[in-house]
């Protein structure tokens, strides 16, 4: 089974910008459409962006659109996401998701594997 772990999560300016990894293990990333969602405390794991496993399409929220970009390294197997310009009322919890589909998807249950979530917080 596919195995992953995010990165890169800590303490970010508003407005400000980082990246997060994922790295995958036990099978191999170009195998999957990957996605990162987000979460808060307390509520719903939402969609954030996806990249199919051939031809690297993505697809992203309207909400992060023109600031989040997705990427993905085949040779290493590693996943990103470039964040700019964050705002602090975004969920800070990050998950990278794993899905042998054949179409991208938004659903959480559509993604059989998961990390387990690296943090952001942004300073006001």
């Known amino acids: 089974q596919v195995q992953l772990a995010e990165s890169g999560g800590g303490l970010v300016q508003a407005g400000g910008s980082l990246r997060l990894s994922c790295v995958a293990s036990g099978r191999p990333l170009g195998n999957y459409n990957m996605a990162w969602f987000r979460q808060a405390p307390g509520q719903e794991r939402v969609f954030v962006s996806s990249i199919h496993c051939r031809g690297g399409s993505t697809y992203s929220d309207d909400s992060v659109k023109g600031r989040f970009t997705i990427s993905r390294d085949t040779a290493k197997n590693t996943m990103f996401i470039q964040m700019n310009s964050r705002k602090p009322e975004e969920r800070p919890v990050y998950y990278c998701?794993?899905?042998?589909?054949?179409?991208?998807?938004?659903?959480?249950?559509?993604?059989?594997?998961w990390g387990q979530g690296t943090q952001i917080t942004v300073a006001s």
């Open positions: 998701a794993a899905d042998p589909g054949e179409t991208l998807s938004q659903t959480p249950s559509k993604y059989n594997h």
